[in-house]
């Protein structure tokens, strides 16, 4: 999850108003983009996620079409496409660069973050309802569906993109997808360790950069009502310490304010709730907890 510049040799041009092609893979790419035209960055970045769109309702009707259907061949365009759309997005989500990303909030209108939200809400409502392989094995193979997640976790690191979240039911979406996956057991680490990403770095705007900060509670209370809460604790009872993810090390601190939330912990964190029950499967040794206790009797106070 570092920066730009190098990572991939292969450039993503992209013509500018004023006909200069500029390779956004690239900071100095990125940021003649952003600021050669206001109006045709939000134009030319809410048309990929058209784009995205259009081709996410295809596969959705496509998985409805019968075996004898043979349009591998558009799949595959399909596919293609998806990539380059979702490469565009993380050509902003993935620079680590400051005045980028000032630059990138200061650009990006928030009705375009928002197109971009829905568009990742539809990818994730399909993978938990028609992939197959997601449901059966708890993984993801196709590249632009494990990029979904990874950009979700880069775009997450920006403000604008997380307060937005909370207006829409992404967080209630993303735990239903991860309970999707290999009936509640858990699922490929490159799942868990982004969705650990992504709720850390939730937390971490929420309580110190939103332009009015939420306290601990309250940021708590949202993440456990979507459900998002207990797979993040699910997942953290197995990998403790991912330090290399954006906002890995804010885990610390995100688990030790969560201890003083004492009237969240009295309601949620009994046996017979989801995050009370993976708190008592981790502490029993069951790693992950996977819905042993959802039918639990017991009323006691685990927090």
């Not at 048309?47 to 004898?68: D, F, G």
């Not at 990539?83 to 990303?101: K, P, Q």
């Not at 993109?161 to 239903?176: G, I, M, R, S």
């Amino acid at each position: 999850m570092n920066g730009m510049n190098n990572v991939n040799p292969h450039p993503h041009m992209v013509t500018l108003p004023n006909g200069r092609s500029v390779n956004i893979r690239t900071n100095e790419g990125i940021r003649l983009f952003l600021e050669e035209d206001t109006k045709f960055a939000n134009r030319y970045f809410c048309s990929m996620v058209n784009k995205s769109t259009k081709i996410l309702l295809r596969k959705k009707e496509q998985q409805k079409a019968t075996a004898h259907d043979d349009s591998s061949l558009n799949r595959e365009d399909d596919e293609m496409k998806l990539r380059l759309a979702n490469d565009f997005f993380a050509c902003f989500a993935l620079s680590r660069d400051e005045g980028i990303t000032d630059l990138f909030r200061q650009t990006m209108s928030h009705s375009s973050i928002h197109r971009w939200l829905n568009n990742s809400i539809l990818a994730l409502k399909l993978f938990t309802t028609n992939n197959q392989d997601w449901i059966e094995t708890g993984r993801l193979e196709e590249h632009s569906n494990l990029g979904l997640l990874l950009l979700c976790h880069a775009m997450f690191s920006h403000v604008v993109p997380v307060a937005l979240a909370f207006e829409t039911d992404f967080f209630q979406v993303l735990a239903n997808f991860s309970r999707a996956g290999k009936n509640g057991a858990l699922p490929d680490p490159f799942i868990c360790e982004n969705i650990i990403g992504i709720v850390c770095l939730t937390y971490l705007l929420a309580t110190g950069n939103f332009d009015k900060t939420w306290t601990p509670q309250k940021t708590f209370k949202k993440l456990e009502a979507s459900g998002v809460l207990a797979e993040f604790l699910r997942y953290i009872s197995v990998y403790p310490s991912p330090q290399h993810l954006m906002g890995g090390r804010g885990i610390g601190k995100m688990l030790g304010e969560l201890e003083t939330c004492h009237v969240l912990l009295g309601k949620k964190f009994r046996a017979g709730q989801p995050c009370g029950d993976i708190v008592l499967a981790a502490l029993q040794g069951r790693s992950g907890g996977g819905g042993a206790q959802q039918n639990a009797t017991k009323t006691e106070n685990i927090g």
